[in-house]
């Protein structure tokens, strides 16, 4: 069996995500590292400063549990984490050179604070 390949996370990589999340009409790009046939999605989401990713979340099936990771290593975002009605639980500045880098949001833990 032959073992999947080592897949490197490389400021090459970053600039050329960059350079093209520059040129998308959104002003951000993704470069996949899963294949689409793969359970588990990782992923870099190179944003331009101004872009925008609209409120979402990803709905499961009951007993299924996921997250959702980020770590900023360059520049830096807000987040805004809201209920199901719009309320927002919690605002967030992430930051590469700042004392908040990541996030990890459970969807378990997250249903408990609107339940």
Do not use: C
Not at 22 to 32: S, V
Not at 79 to 87: P, S, V, Y
């Amino acid at each position: 069996m032959q073992s999947p390949p080592i897949k490197l996370l490389t400021q090459e990589l970053l600039d050329e995500v960059a350079t093209n999340s520059r040129h998308n009409p959104r002003q951000r790009q993704n470069y996949n590292f899963h294949d689409l046939s793969e359970k588990v999605q990782r992923f870099v989401n190179v944003l331009q400063p101004g872009t925008y990713v609209r409120p979402h979340r990803h709905l499961r099936p009951d007993g299924v549990n996921g997250f959702e990771f980020f770590v900023v290593i360059q520049g830096e975002l807000g987040m805004i984490i809201f209920n199901e009605n719009g309320q927002i639980l919690r605002s967030l500045r992430l930051s590469a050179a700042g004392p908040t880098r990541a996030v990890e949001i459970w969807e378990a833990e997250f249903k408990k604070s609107f339940s």
